[in-house]
């Protein structure tokens, strides 16, 4: 099989396309993702207003550090808050934002 990948930034999104080749099956198909690109400031601000706390913030899938400019994605571990805040806060939730 054969996978060719092609992504770019566009109009405040990220475009994907998959065209995959199987030579044994004599098949060929294309898939299209298209998905909001949202800044780590986008996702602070949704997630106030749903009351989720950011608790880790990283760029890659080894636990790197996020940094905007080279990070490859941005990976986000979030909590719900309690409506009582004296109460413990509820099970992580994880976000995943890939970048070009």
Aim: hydrophobic letters at 45%; zero cysteines; charged letters at 30%.
């Amino acid at each position: 099989m054969v996978f060719d990948i092609h992504r770019e930034v566009a109009g405040g999104k990220f475009l994907k396309e998959i065209r995959i080749l199987d030579r044994k099956k004599l098949f060929r198909t294309t898939f299209a993702e298209r998905v909001s690109a949202f800044s780590l400031a986008d996702f602070r601000e949704m997630f106030a207003l749903q009351k989720l706390e950011i608790t880790d913030v990283f760029g890659d899938y080894h636990f790197n550090t996020f940094d905007e400019e080279h990070s490859p994605r941005l990976i986000l571990i979030a909590q719900k808050r309690h409506p009582d805040e004296n109460l413990a806060r509820m099970g992580p939730a994880l976000v995943l934002q890939y970048k070009q």
